[in-house]
Protein backbone atom coordinates (compact mmCIF):
# COMPACT_ATOMS: atom_id res chain seq x y z
CA UNK A 1 0.00 0.00 0.00
CA UNK A 2 0.90 3.71 0.32
CA UNK A 3 2.36 4.56 4.06
CA UNK A 4 -0.22 7.13 4.87
CA UNK A 5 -1.37 5.09 7.61
CA UNK A 6 0.57 6.37 10.68
CA UNK A 7 0.54 6.80 14.45
CA UNK A 8 1.07 9.95 16.38
CA UNK A 9 3.71 8.49 18.77
CA UNK A 10 4.07 12.24 20.83
CA UNK A 11 0.83 11.18 21.70
CA UNK A 12 0.82 6.97 22.42
CA UNK A 13 1.83 6.19 25.94
CA UNK A 14 5.07 3.77 26.01
CA UNK A 15 3.77 1.01 26.31
CA UNK A 16 1.47 1.56 23.29
CA UNK A 17 4.42 2.64 21.30
CA UNK A 18 6.31 -0.59 22.33
CA UNK A 19 3.02 -2.43 21.31
CA UNK A 20 2.71 -0.58 17.89
CA UNK A 21 6.34 -1.27 17.85
CA UNK A 22 6.47 -4.66 18.21
CA UNK A 23 3.86 -5.41 15.95
CA UNK A 24 5.49 -3.92 13.37
CA UNK A 25 8.53 -6.45 13.77
CA UNK A 26 6.43 -8.90 14.82
CA UNK A 27 5.28 -8.44 11.00
CA UNK A 28 8.15 -8.14 9.48
CA UNK A 29 9.37 -11.46 11.27
CA UNK A 30 6.68 -13.21 9.81
CA UNK A 31 6.93 -12.16 6.50
CA UNK A 32 10.64 -13.44 6.55
CA UNK A 33 9.92 -16.47 8.48
CA UNK A 34 7.23 -17.18 5.29
CA UNK A 35 8.77 -15.69 2.34
CA UNK A 36 12.42 -15.05 2.60
CA UNK A 37 14.24 -12.06 2.77
CA UNK A 38 13.00 -10.03 0.01
CA UNK A 39 9.03 -9.25 1.54
CA UNK A 40 10.15 -7.76 4.36
CA UNK A 41 11.55 -4.59 2.42
CA UNK A 42 8.15 -3.71 1.66
CA UNK A 43 6.81 -3.63 5.02
CA UNK A 44 5.10 -0.20 5.97
CA UNK A 45 2.65 1.19 8.51
CA UNK A 46 -0.34 0.51 6.47
CA UNK A 47 0.22 -3.19 6.72
CA UNK A 48 0.90 -2.50 10.43
CA UNK A 49 -2.14 -1.12 10.77
CA UNK A 50 -4.04 -4.20 9.28
CA UNK A 51 -2.07 -6.52 11.40
CA UNK A 52 -3.52 -4.42 14.22
CA UNK A 53 -6.75 -4.53 13.28
CA UNK A 54 -7.36 -8.36 12.30
CA UNK A 55 -6.02 -9.66 15.58
CA UNK A 56 -8.54 -10.49 18.33
CA UNK A 57 -9.47 -8.89 21.35
CA UNK A 58 -7.16 -9.71 23.88
CA UNK A 59 -6.60 -8.61 27.04
CA UNK A 60 -2.43 -9.12 26.92
CA UNK A 61 -0.14 -8.18 24.29
CA UNK A 62 1.98 -11.57 24.04
CA UNK A 63 5.78 -10.59 23.10
CA UNK A 64 8.37 -12.96 22.14
CA UNK A 65 11.89 -11.90 21.11
CA UNK A 66 13.31 -12.24 17.09
CA UNK A 67 16.25 -11.38 15.68
CA UNK A 68 16.04 -8.51 13.62
CA UNK A 69 15.60 -8.41 10.08
CA UNK A 70 17.77 -5.20 9.32
CA UNK A 71 20.28 -5.92 11.75
CA UNK A 72 20.50 -9.81 12.20
CA UNK A 73 22.95 -9.26 15.15
CA UNK A 74 20.41 -7.63 17.07
CA UNK A 75 17.30 -9.15 19.25
CA UNK A 76 13.59 -6.74 19.26
CA UNK A 77 10.60 -7.52 20.73
CA UNK A 78 8.22 -8.63 18.56
CA UNK A 79 4.38 -9.47 18.51
CA UNK A 80 4.17 -13.07 18.87
CA UNK A 81 3.33 -15.00 15.64
CA UNK A 82 -1.07 -14.90 15.05
CA UNK A 83 -3.69 -15.76 13.15
CA UNK A 84 -3.48 -11.69 12.12
CA UNK A 85 -0.12 -11.40 11.71
CA UNK A 86 -0.31 -14.14 9.02
CA UNK A 87 -3.03 -12.99 7.10
CA UNK A 88 -1.17 -9.57 6.65
CA UNK A 89 1.88 -11.17 5.43
CA UNK A 90 0.06 -12.79 3.16
CA UNK A 91 -2.29 -10.25 1.81
CA UNK A 92 0.79 -7.72 2.20
CA UNK A 93 2.63 -9.42 -0.57
CA UNK A 94 -0.12 -10.20 -2.91
CA UNK A 95 -1.03 -5.89 -2.35
CA UNK A 96 2.40 -5.36 -2.75
CA UNK A 97 3.26 -7.37 -6.26
CA UNK A 98 0.09 -5.65 -7.79
CA UNK A 99 1.00 -2.68 -7.06
CA UNK A 100 4.14 -3.00 -8.53
CA UNK A 101 2.24 -4.88 -11.90
CA UNK A 102 0.49 -1.38 -12.11
CA UNK A 103 3.20 0.51 -11.58
CA UNK A 104 5.30 -0.72 -14.70
CA UNK A 105 1.58 -0.32 -16.72
CA UNK A 106 1.79 3.01 -15.97
CA UNK A 107 5.32 4.03 -16.23
CA UNK A 108 7.53 4.03 -19.68
CA UNK A 109 10.07 1.72 -20.75
CA UNK A 110 12.83 2.99 -19.18
CA UNK A 111 11.44 3.80 -16.28
CA UNK A 112 9.42 0.79 -15.60
CA UNK A 113 12.70 -1.12 -15.18
CA UNK A 114 12.98 -0.81 -11.57
CA UNK A 115 9.35 -2.17 -11.15
CA UNK A 116 9.96 -4.99 -13.36
CA UNK A 117 13.07 -6.03 -10.91
CA UNK A 118 11.31 -5.58 -8.18
CA UNK A 119 8.34 -8.06 -9.71
CA UNK A 120 10.92 -10.55 -10.91
CA UNK A 121 12.30 -11.19 -7.08
CA UNK A 122 9.02 -10.52 -5.39
CA UNK A 123 7.29 -13.26 -7.57
CA UNK A 124 8.19 -16.29 -5.68
CA UNK A 125 6.60 -14.79 -2.67
CA UNK A 126 3.45 -13.67 -4.48
CA UNK A 127 3.05 -17.49 -6.08
CA UNK A 128 2.88 -18.61 -2.44
CA UNK A 129 0.75 -16.00 -0.95
CA UNK A 130 -1.69 -16.39 -3.79
CA UNK A 131 -1.96 -19.94 -3.41
CA UNK A 132 -2.41 -19.11 0.99
CA UNK A 133 -4.88 -16.58 -0.16
CA UNK A 134 -6.44 -17.26 -3.67
CA UNK A 135 -10.05 -15.66 -3.09
CA UNK A 136 -8.16 -12.47 -2.14
CA UNK A 137 -5.75 -12.96 -4.85
CA UNK A 138 -8.63 -13.06 -7.41
CA UNK A 139 -10.51 -10.16 -5.68
CA UNK A 140 -7.49 -8.14 -6.04
CA UNK A 141 -6.72 -9.00 -9.75
CA UNK A 142 -10.59 -8.00 -10.38
CA UNK A 143 -10.58 -4.70 -8.57
CA UNK A 144 -7.40 -3.19 -10.62
CA UNK A 145 -8.24 -4.45 -13.97
CA UNK A 146 -11.97 -2.43 -13.09
CA UNK A 147 -10.28 0.28 -11.61
CA UNK A 148 -7.58 -0.02 -14.86
CA UNK A 149 -10.77 0.61 -17.04
CA UNK A 150 -11.88 3.20 -15.49
CA UNK A 151 -9.16 5.16 -15.56
CA UNK A 152 -8.93 4.53 -19.05
CA UNK A 153 -12.45 6.13 -19.43
CA UNK A 154 -11.01 9.07 -17.25
CA UNK A 155 -14.39 8.44 -15.39
CA UNK A 156 -15.11 11.45 -13.28
CA UNK A 157 -16.76 9.68 -10.81
CA UNK A 158 -14.55 9.92 -7.24
CA UNK A 159 -17.20 7.52 -5.78
CA UNK A 160 -16.23 4.80 -8.55
CA UNK A 161 -12.96 4.58 -8.75
CA UNK A 162 -12.66 4.98 -4.65
CA UNK A 163 -14.81 2.11 -4.19
CA UNK A 164 -12.94 -0.59 -6.23
CA UNK A 165 -9.60 -0.05 -3.75
CA UNK A 166 -12.06 0.31 -0.86
CA UNK A 167 -13.83 -3.01 -2.23
CA UNK A 168 -10.38 -4.71 -3.05
CA UNK A 169 -9.09 -3.62 0.95
CA UNK A 170 -12.50 -4.43 2.69
CA UNK A 171 -11.54 -8.51 0.86
CA UNK A 172 -8.49 -8.14 3.58
CA UNK A 173 -10.91 -8.92 6.80
CA UNK A 174 -10.42 -12.16 7.75
CA UNK A 175 -13.66 -14.09 10.34
CA UNK A 176 -14.55 -13.25 13.34
CA UNK A 177 -16.78 -15.15 16.06
CA UNK A 178 -18.52 -12.26 16.57
CA UNK A 179 -21.23 -11.42 13.40
CA UNK A 180 -21.34 -7.97 14.00
CA UNK A 181 -18.21 -7.14 14.32
CA UNK A 182 -17.09 -9.02 11.26
CA UNK A 183 -19.41 -6.56 9.42
CA UNK A 184 -17.96 -3.50 11.58
CA UNK A 185 -14.17 -4.48 10.52
CA UNK A 186 -15.63 -4.73 6.97
CA UNK A 187 -17.27 -1.25 7.38
CA UNK A 188 -13.56 0.01 8.53
CA UNK A 189 -11.66 -1.56 5.94
CA UNK A 190 -14.04 -0.56 3.21
CA UNK A 191 -13.83 3.09 3.72
CA UNK A 192 -10.06 3.28 5.18
CA UNK A 193 -9.31 1.83 1.27
CA UNK A 194 -11.86 4.79 -0.24
CA UNK A 195 -9.67 7.07 2.38
CA UNK A 196 -6.09 5.86 1.00
CA UNK A 197 -7.12 6.00 -2.23
CA UNK A 198 -8.25 9.20 -2.35
CA UNK A 199 -5.79 10.91 0.03
CA UNK A 200 -3.01 9.56 -2.82
CA UNK A 201 -4.94 10.48 -5.47
CA UNK A 202 -4.77 14.15 -4.20
CA UNK A 203 -1.09 13.70 -2.76
CA UNK A 204 -0.08 12.97 -6.80
CA UNK A 205 -2.14 15.35 -7.96
CA UNK A 206 0.45 18.00 -8.85
CA UNK A 207 3.08 14.68 -10.38
CA UNK A 208 -0.02 13.62 -12.50
CA UNK A 209 -0.80 16.99 -13.93
CA UNK A 210 2.48 17.61 -14.66
CA UNK A 211 3.08 13.73 -16.24
CA UNK A 212 -0.54 13.48 -18.29
CA UNK A 213 -1.23 10.79 -15.86
CA UNK A 214 -5.11 9.85 -14.91
CA UNK A 215 -6.50 11.34 -11.68
CA UNK A 216 -9.66 11.19 -10.35
CA UNK A 217 -9.68 14.42 -8.84
CA UNK A 218 -8.12 16.15 -12.15
CA UNK A 219 -11.09 14.50 -13.93
CA UNK A 220 -13.67 15.98 -11.02
CA UNK A 221 -12.85 19.48 -11.02
CA UNK A 222 -11.15 20.09 -14.30
CA UNK A 223 -8.50 21.92 -12.50
CA UNK A 224 -7.40 22.41 -9.01
CA UNK A 225 -8.84 20.26 -6.47
CA UNK A 226 -11.69 22.09 -4.52
CA UNK A 227 -9.80 21.54 -1.10
CA UNK A 228 -13.32 21.72 1.07
CA UNK A 229 -15.08 19.11 -1.25
CA UNK A 230 -12.25 17.11 -1.16
CA UNK A 231 -12.14 17.51 2.78
CA UNK A 232 -15.53 16.92 3.23
CA UNK A 233 -15.18 13.58 1.28
CA UNK A 234 -12.47 12.44 2.89
CA UNK A 235 -14.06 13.42 6.23
CA UNK A 236 -16.77 11.09 6.05
CA UNK A 237 -14.78 8.05 5.44
CA UNK A 238 -12.84 8.83 8.13
CA UNK A 239 -15.83 9.15 10.22
CA UNK A 240 -17.32 6.02 9.12
CA UNK A 241 -14.28 4.21 10.11
CA UNK A 242 -14.06 5.67 13.67
CA UNK A 243 -17.49 4.46 14.35
CA UNK A 244 -17.54 1.11 13.25
CA UNK A 245 -14.03 0.90 14.73
CA UNK A 246 -16.23 1.73 18.15
CA UNK A 247 -18.16 -1.65 17.53
CA UNK A 248 -15.14 -4.40 17.90
CA UNK A 249 -13.52 -5.18 20.87
CA UNK A 250 -9.79 -4.99 20.09
CA UNK A 251 -8.66 -5.22 23.49
CA UNK A 252 -5.22 -4.00 24.41
CA UNK A 253 -4.38 -2.96 21.03
CA UNK A 254 -7.40 -0.03 21.21
CA UNK A 255 -5.21 2.77 22.52
CA UNK A 256 -3.05 2.39 19.10
CA UNK A 257 -5.91 2.05 16.78
CA UNK A 258 -7.45 5.10 18.54
CA UNK A 259 -4.45 7.45 18.07
CA UNK A 260 -4.02 6.27 14.45
CA UNK A 261 -8.22 6.62 13.42
CA UNK A 262 -8.39 9.51 15.70
CA UNK A 263 -4.86 11.15 15.25
CA UNK A 264 -2.60 10.30 12.62
CA UNK A 265 -5.26 9.97 9.82
CA UNK A 266 -6.62 13.54 10.40
CA UNK A 267 -2.84 14.60 10.72
CA UNK A 268 -1.91 13.40 7.31
CA UNK A 269 -5.03 14.25 5.36
CA UNK A 270 -4.58 18.01 6.71
CA UNK A 271 -0.78 17.82 5.83
CA UNK A 272 -1.63 16.72 2.19
CA UNK A 273 -4.70 19.43 1.74
CA UNK A 274 -2.36 22.01 2.64
CA UNK A 275 0.89 20.47 1.09
CA UNK A 276 3.02 19.53 3.91
CA UNK A 277 2.71 16.16 3.60
CA UNK A 278 6.48 15.64 2.50
CA UNK A 279 7.76 17.09 5.68
CA UNK A 280 6.01 15.28 7.46
CA UNK A 281 6.53 11.46 5.94
CA UNK A 282 10.24 13.08 6.86
CA UNK A 283 9.31 12.37 10.62
CA UNK A 284 10.83 8.93 11.96
CA UNK A 285 8.38 7.22 14.15
CA UNK A 286 11.06 5.24 15.54
CA UNK A 287 12.47 8.58 17.11
CA UNK A 288 10.81 11.16 19.06
CA UNK A 289 10.12 14.30 16.94
CA UNK A 290 10.14 16.23 20.31
Given amino acids: MFGYVRPVREELK ?7 RATYCGLCGTLRQRYGWIAPMFLNFDFTFLALLLCKGEPQFPVCRGRCH ?6 KTMCVANEALVAAADESVILTYW ?17 RMLCFLLSPAYRKAARQRQAFD ?3 QKQLQNLSQLEGENCRSLDRVADTFAVLLQGAAI ?4 V ?3 RAMKELLYHLGRWIYLIDALDDFKQDQKEGNYNPIQQRFSGEPH ?6 TLN ?3 NLMCSAAQLIDFGCRWAIIENILYLGLPLVQKAVLDGTYQQLKKQKIWRSNL
Fill in 175 to 178: PRED
Fill in 99 to 115: QLKDKVQDSSVWKGIPY
Fill in 180 to 182: GEE
Fill in 227 to 232: QEQMAV
Fill in 138 to 140: LLV
Fill in 14 to 20: CKDFDRY
Fill in 70 to 75: ANPFLK
Fill in 236 to 238: HSL
